[in-house]
């Protein structure tokens, strides 16, 4: 019942971080890249979790409701440089350089940030006791999502982008 229940959330979520995408980007094929982020970095998390043989409950189903909006940012700000980027090329750079530049500009602060941001949880798993048996799994299940975060923000993103993002969007630009 719980996993039926966060499958619904998380289509929410997706479609949630697809319409403001849309919205802030005025792209079609950019918002896919970036709503496309969440069920993958899910996916990749989740054969950590069963790798490690840690199922999910309720506390780990918390930790993803945490990494989850953190994933979305990673996904969101690369998407947004991308997009902005492309916006403003010259006819002489081509869209693949103009991508590389705008994904080597924010990667690395994406990518370090999100690392902090799960380094910093996992004190929780020197909890003992009662306290640890009951927070081991949201520290570990939003750690490995957040790791997994760091790297589809600075690897897959950039190359959805580059595979959706066509010549035709490149003169979108946001409403905003």
Known sequence: DALRNLRGRLLEEVAVVFIVCVLLLGSLRAASAAALALPLGLGVAALALAWQGIDLNIMSLGGIAIALG???????????????????????TSRLDVIARAAAEVGP???????????SFLPVLLLGGREGRLFAPL??????????????GVTLIPALLALLVREGDDETHSPW
């Open 70 to 92: 953190a994933t979305t940012d990673a996904a969101i700000v690369m998407t947004e440089n991308v997009s902005r980027r492309l916006a403003r090329r010259d006819s002489e």
């Open 109 to 119: 602060a994406l990518f370090w940030s999100l690392l902090l941001i799960t380094v």
């Open 139 to 152: 520290a570990v299940t939003k750690s490995w999502l957040m790791a997994v975060a760091c790297v589809l």
